[in-house]
């Protein structure tokens, strides 16, 4: 799991220290849009900064990694198994082979 910290300031640095202290340390990054600071940060505590909501989101969040198939995100995969153990499509009500043809 993945925890951003917005803002390098003290409050900021204080989350950093008492999360990288638990004992099951989640990756953090943090954000701010003073380069000082995300230098400061990063030397202090070794994690990786940004200036932008937006930069931390595209780099920790590529829309496709090359080589790799693109997850579905219809929900087609949970109709169709519902569809399944029930006896019945969940969309138009029909038993299997109903008019629906979901």
């Known amino acids: 799991m993945k925890n951003v910290v917005i803002g390098l300031g003290s409050m900021g640095r204080r989350r950093i220290r ?3 202290a638990m004992a099951d340390a989640p990756e953090i990054v943090g954000i ?3 380069a ?3 230098a400061q940060v990063e030397g202090e505590f070794g994690i ?3 200036a932008t909501l ?3 989101i595209a780099e920790a969040r590529p829309l496709h990694r090359p080589g790799k198939p693109r997850p ?3 929900g087609m995969h949970r ?3 519902s569809r399944n153990r029930a006896g019945r499509d969940p969309v138009c009500g029909a038993n ?3 008019a629906c043809g979901v």
């Open 72 to 74: 579905r995100r219809d």
């Open 79 to 81: 109709r169709r198994a």
């Open 48 to 50: 990786k900064t940004f």
């Open 32 to 34: 701010n849009r003073f």
């Open 18 to 20: 008492l999360m990288q």
């Open 54 to 56: 937006a930069e931390t």
């Open 36 to 38: 000082e600071r995300r």
């Open 96 to 98: 299997f082979g109903g």
